[in-house]
Every structure is written in C-alpha cells, then in structure tokens.
T-cell receptor, first 111, second 114 residues
Framework: QKEVEQNSGPLSVPEGAIASLNCTYS??????FFWYRQYSGKSPELIMS????GDKEDGRFTAQLNKASQYVSLLIRDSQPSDSATYLC???????????FGGGTRLMVKP | EAGVAQSPRYKIIEKRQSVAFWCNPI?????LYWYQQILGQGPKLLIQ????????DSQLPKDRFSAERLKGVDSTLKIQPAKLEDSAVYLC????????????FGQGTRLTVV
C-alpha cells in the first residue's frame, strides 16, 4: 500500500509568519507531487504541483521536493487568516497514474 | 472551461437503502477518480478509470459499491446497501491521461446514512 504521511496538526502561526507544511511518501517511483488546499465543507483545490527536485515558487507559495529523502514540503510566506484551511499532499505514482492523498495538515493563521 | 460536475450535492438515506452519485469530468480528461472523504481524513481513492477501463479499484468495497463509466465520459458510483459508516463526502476528480498532470475536483456529494 503506497502511503503519504502528513502531520495532522493543527499548525498555528501568527499572521505574517511563514507556515511550513511537510509530507513524506513511501513509493520511490512517484513522479508527480501536488498540494491541495481544502476549506471546511469545500472540495480540494489545487494550489501547487512539482515534478523535479528543488524549489518551485508561485506567489507566496513555495513547494520543495527531495526525491532522495522522499519528502515534499510547502512554504507559505506572509501567512494570512484566509490561508487557514487543511492542506493535502498528493502523490501520483509511476504506474497507472494513481493519485494518493495524505491525511492533511490543518493550518490556523491567527490575526 | 467547465469544471467537474457532480450531483446530487447532498443525500440523506436510511441504512440498507441504495444511492447513486453522478460525475461529469472536464472535457477531454480521460482519467476519472472517485474518492471517499470521511470527516477529518484525507480523500481515499475508491476507483480510478482510464477512459472506460478500470485502472485501480483495490480499495472499493465491492460487496456494496460499484462504479461504471460506460462511454468513457460520465461516471456513476453506487452503494447498495448503504451502511452507517458510508457517511462521507464522495469526491470525483479528473485529469488528462498523462502522468505529469493535475487532477481537478468536483464539489462533492455529502452522503449521510441514518
């Protein structure tokens, strides 16, 4: 069973701080990595994708991938109360394009 | 571009009844996923289609759940008979068939079994 692990949180950060969310995965053959944001009562919304080792920046969001350590992270700079949500890490395997999700980390940004 | 459409949005049924959910993926998306999300947990993959063929259904409780995608577009997920533990949000997602592509979700169907 391919697994994706996340700390469930909640992770509490003050407004304006950097929030750091982490994810590990078990399948070494994984090729694609995604971060989704899910507000309470809503469906997951894609915010970042990353496919190669290193950093990828998009506005206040930076995704980091280290395939050797089987680790992917999401940094949110200048955190805002509107960033308060559950962040889901998802990994797509090499065979069959199965998309497996972690349990999510709940982020709380306090004004 | 239209997103993934799902219906109904909400459904309340009694245990042992049957229920069906419908999904229409984004146009051109050959890959379709059905997920079950129990409150406080991440989405759990139930079944994945590539066109009208099943890629993976290893976590689908086949004694009560079934799914089909007859023409490679719309899909239906059915539960018969429902149990209390089936109360969850059922999410449909779709993506292009290539490996390095994102999946996009519909609004989901919230099922309550009483």
């Amino acid at each position: 069973q391919k697994e994706v692990e996340q700390n469930s949180g909640p992770l509490s950060v003050p407004e304006g701080a950097i929030a750091s969310l982490n994810c590990t995965y078990s399948d070494r053959g994984s090729q694609s990595f995604f971060w989704y944001r899910q507000y309470s009562g809503k469906s997951p919304e894609l915010i970042m994708s990353i496919y190669s080792n290193g950093d990828k920046e998009d506005g206040r969001f930076t995704a980091q991938l280290n395939k050797a350590s089987q680790y992917v992270s999401l940094l949110i700079r200048d955190s805002q109360p509107s960033d308060s949500a559950t962040y889901l890490c998802a990994v797509k395997g090499n065979a069959g394009n199965m998309l497996t999700f972690g349990g999510g980390t709940r982020l709380m940004v306090k004004p | 571009e239209a997103g993934v459409a799902q219906s109904p949005r909400y459904k309340i049924i009694e245990k042992r009844q049957s229920v069906a959910f419908w999904c229409n993926p984004i146009s051109g998306h050959a890959t379709l996923y059905w997920y079950q999300q129990i409150l406080g947990q991440g989405p759990k993959l139930l079944i994945q289609f590539q066109n009208n063929g099943v890629v993976d259904d290893s976590q689908l409780p086949k004694d009560r759940f079934s799914a089909e995608r007859l023409k490679g577009v719309d899909s239906t997920l059915k539960i018969q008979p429902a149990k209390l533990e089936d109360s969850a949000v059922y999410l449909c997602a779709s993506s292009l068939p290539l490996g390095l592509t994102e999946a996009f979700f519909g609004q989901g169907t919230r099922l309550t079994v009483v």
